[in-house]
């Protein structure tokens, strides 16, 4: 069973930065996929981000693409979501999420593991 915590999740003012973490514990780090996605309450979870096995690829979602970095080091079994430029819209709870599998999947249905989610609130 494969284990994900995330933190770094908290209250920002639009324009601001965020960056959450996620350690992975369980499995063999460098042998998942990893992502991010979002849910906002009342609404489907969404895809963010998400990142290949060594890190060289990754892929977002059009509403976050040019203000969003998602990587990982695997020496240390964490992945990254560096947020900038945050928008009010960007309000949501942060899942990270972890396959054995596919790491560009932008159906939550194709991720085997999930966390317990980080709030993060943009301020306008």
């Known amino acids: 069973q494969v284990q994900l915590v995330e933190s770094g999740g908290g209250l920002v003012q ?20 990893m992502g ?4 906002v309450l009342g609404k489907e979870r969404e895809f963010v981000a998400g990142i290949g096995w060594s890190g060289t690829g990754t892929t977002y979602a059009d509403s976050v693409r040019g203000r969003f970095t998602v990587s990982r080091d695997n020496a240390k079994n964490t992945v990254f979501l560096q947020m900038n430029s945050l928008k009010p819209e960007d309000t949501a709870v942060y899942y990270c999420v972890a396959d054995g599998t596919r790491w560009n999947a932008r159906g939550a249905a194709s ?4 966390g317990q989610g980080t709030q993060v609130t943009v301020s306008s």
């Open 36 to 39: 991010w996605f979002r849910q």
């Open 14 to 33: 639009a324009g601001g930065s965020l960056r959450l973490s996620c350690a992975v514990s369980g499995r063999t780090f460098s042998s998942l996929a």
């Open 111 to 114: 991720w085997d593991f999930w």
